[in-house]
């Protein structure tokens, strides 16, 4: 199967993920910015790589064109994020429910998508995201102080880190062989 992975990251936690499927796929993780540098019709699937930033998948718009352009081309999406990995305390429902926000299963039945936890680093993020950051840690102060679960993250988000782990791609290269042997998955 001739892939494509196009990726938009804004910290490099989903650069990184993009750039693991890329030498898993033998093909080349292509920023966001060079997009239409690759011809779509040349391959036969599309992997796209991005984050979620206010409970919606980055870039979504143009991927929707996309498909409505190429409606043979398979599609996958993998979102990333600062939240865990789905656990008892960080439920799938939360990633879900955004990605659905994104892409309506109504309109979008069956769609293949992912999530990975990817990391945060407040250094990197563009100045309105950092301003947008400062209001969310301040009004998530008060419910921390009852909330373990609003705790962890302010915790954990106010250190940074790095969460991205290459097996969590195990599922989506699962996905994508499945796709090419003419599976669903």
């Known amino acids: 199967m001739r892939a494509a992975v196009i990726y938009c990251s804004q910290t490099g936690f989903t650069k990184k993920y993009a750039e ?4 898993d796929l033998g093909c080349e993780a292509v920023p966001y910015s060079e997009k ?5 019709d040349d391959v036969d699937a599309l992997v796209f ?36 990995m789905p656990c008892d305390m960080w439920p799938a429902s939360e990633t879900e429910e955004a990605f659905h926000r994104t892409f ?32 969310f840690f301040k009004a998530n102060a008060k419910a921390a102080e009852s909330d373990p679960k ?19 791609l195990e599922p989506v290269l699962a996905c994508l062989s499945a796709m090419e042997k003419g599976e669903q998955c």
């Not at 693991?20 to 030498?23: D, G, H, K, Y």
């Not at 299963?105 to 990197?124: I, S």
């Not at 962890?152 to 097996?167: I, N, P, Q, S, Y």
Request: glycine share 8%; charged share 25%.
């Open 20 to 23: 693991w499927l890329a030498e």
């Open 36 to 40: 239409n540098s690759v011809a779509l």
């Open 49 to 84: 790589c991005s984050w979620f930033h206010a409970a919606s998948v980055k870039g979504a718009k143009w991927l929707k064109k996309v498909m409505r352009d190429h409606p043979n081309l398979r599609v996958v999406v993998l979102a990333t994020g600062a939240t865990p």
């Open 104 to 135: 309506p299963e109504n309109e979008y039945p069956a769609f293949p998508h992912f999530y990975c936890q990817g990391g945060f680093d407040f250094e990197r993020l563009g100045a309105a995201d950092k301003i947008a950051m400062k209001m």
């Open 150 to 168: 609003a705790a962890e993250m302010l915790r954990v988000m106010g250190e940074g880190f790095d969460g991205t782990r290459r097996e969590y």
